[in-house]
């Protein structure tokens, strides 16, 4: 009897100890144990969620929410939103934000966010509408929303404005990320890589289009362009595509490909020797001045150039009309490539024994 009396004394001393708060509201004193429960603390707030069945009125919509499944069991889970506290609150920008918009000065935690700010939203008029209504958005996640919320048996698709305030030139110029150094003199197009503006320089700004479709008369001023209109357009077909401005360079590789099929193409295609492999770069060394230097190799079948001799050697040894000879041991995927099967089995046979299977070896 002593023993649950003592106990329940105890219990009474430690309900009347308040826990320490370490946070404390400078404006009503209101104390918290976390951070985090001070930063969501609304203090001197117009109540911003209430109730639909009641009076009650709160801060958070979780504190309605639990309040409905305890007095209002019978009824759905929903809170109504005061508009006029809405648009009276004021927006509160964490500390941490370091990045600002040079024209609205509006604050963002990542620069990624400040960029896509700037490209899309920033004086920019919307770009996006939905094809079941007038709604209009810069965002096409939004539309997708809009689309789930209000039409929600239709499919998921948007449609593009094309008609904007500004040009698109403009528009980079006046909206360009910090972050692209690399200006082009004559398009004032920006890049974040040197690589990324000699490319345009070379093959874009200014240029017709250098490289067409074998089968058809499309045109494009990058040759992956044309390999994805081929794989697209003309299913079951070789991806290859024809250089419409390789006649400039025609001179310096007209005696490689004279010297490749008159002497040394059946070397090469019919066997994988040390010696036919030696003998073949010498005669190529002392025509061509050598195959350890960069230069123009081109396929004679199928027309394909690579910058080095052994890409050129590769692609006839194990590519070029070739049926693929490497297998997994594990399954059935067959590959051209004995590293193509290393990647595969990385991959898809985890904790398994890393090794290709020859079909073509006696």
């Known amino acids: 009897m002593s023993f649950s009396l003592e106990k329940h004394m105890r219990l009474s001393e430690w309900r009347n100890v308040r826990p320490v708060t370490s946070y404390i509201c400078p404006k009503c004193n209101a104390g918290f144990r976390r951070a985090w429960d001070l930063i969501r603390h609304k203090c001197g707030q117009t109540p911003r969620y209430a109730c639909p069945y009641c009076h009650k009125k709160d801060n958070s919509s979780s504190n309605v929410y639990r309040h409905i499944r305890r007095w209002h069991p019978n009824h759905p889970v929903g809170a109504r939103q005061n508009a006029a506290a809405a648009r009276k609150r004021r927006k509160v920008y964490s500390l941490n934000k370091s990045h600002y918009c040079p024209r609205c000065n509006r604050g963002f935690t990542l620069k990624k966010n400040m960029t896509r700010h700037l490209r899309h939203e920033c004086g920019m008029a919307p770009k996006y509408q939905c094809p079941y209504c007038d709604k209009l958005s810069k965002f096409t996640q939004n539309i997708y ?7 929600p048996d239709q499919a998921l698709c948007f449609r593009r404005l094309r008609s904007f305030s500004i040009s698109g030139a403009a528009r980079r110029r006046q ?11 004559r398009c004032n197009r920006r890049y974040v890589r040197d690589k990324g503006l000699r490319r345009h320089q070379m093959y874009e700004c200014g240029k017709s289009p250098r490289f067409k479709c074998p089968y058809c008369g499309s045109r494009a001023k990058r040759r992956s362009t ?5 794989r697209m357009k003309h299913p079951g077909m070789h991806v290859w595509t024809v250089d419409l401005g390789k006649e400039i360079r025609l001179a310096s ?3 490689f490909t004279a010297l490749y099929s008159r002497s040394c193409y059946a070397d090469v295609a019919s066997t994988v020797t040390t010696g036919h492999r030696r003998r073949f770069r010498t005669r190529l060394g002392a025509s061509m001045g050598g195959t350890s230097s960069p230069g123009t190799y081109e396929c004679p079948k ?5 910058k ?7 692609h006839l040894e194990y590519e070029c009309g070739k049926t693929p000879r490497f297998k997994c041991p594990h399954c059935v995927y067959i590959g051209k490539h004995r590293s193509h ?17 020859d079909l073509q070896q006696d």
């Open 175 to 185: 909206y360009a990320s910090p972050s692209k150094r690399f200006v082009c003199k």
């Open 145 to 151: 929303a809009h689309i789930r919320k209000y039409h």
């Open 308 to 314: 080095w001799y052994r890409g050129l050697h590769r």
């Open 302 to 306: 199928c027309r394909k150039i690579y």
């Open 253 to 255: 590789t007209c005696a």
């Open 341 to 357: 099967v290393y990647s595969h089995i990385k991959s898809n046979h985890y904790n398994r024994p890393i090794y290709a299977i």
């Open 226 to 230: 044309i390999y994805v209109h081929v």
